[in-house]
């Protein structure tokens, strides 16, 4: 798979606790960009955080929480990426969707495995 150099990159912040049809959101939203083809996805698990309600996620000790932050990346063509936004607008119910213009250096992968 080729990527355009001038491609999108998609930044979805949910929490980790996040469900969507009983499922894990981030979840869904990696195995749903993996079956519509999207060339990759990746999640990151933040340590501290606050969203809209201001409500600070951190992953103290002595200040335990559950639904960390969580950020999913997805860089595509532009016209892959917006055909996603649709749906995800459906799965996500609370969060942040981030749109930005990305350069593509490289995309490479092992044609070993």
């Known amino acids: 798979m080729n990527l355009p150099h001038e491609a999108k990159l998609l930044r979805v912040f949910i929490g980790e606790d996040d469900k969507y049809d009983g499922r894990l959101l981030y979840e869904l939203i990696v195995e749903k960009a993996r079956k519509e083809g999207l060339a990759g996805a990746t999640v990151y698990r933040g340590i501290l955080g606050f969203g809209a309600n201001s409500r600070v996620h951190t992953t103290k000790v002595l200040r335990l929480s559950e639904d ?16 996603f936004l649709p749906w995800l607008d459906e ?3 609370e969060g942040l969707v981030t749109l930005e213009k990305a350069t593509v250096i490289a995309y490479r992968h092992n044609s070993n495995g």
């Open 68 to 83: 960390l932050p969580v950020v999913v990346e997805i860089v595509d063509a532009p016209e892959k990426i917006e055909a």
């Open 91 to 93: 799965v996500i119910q």
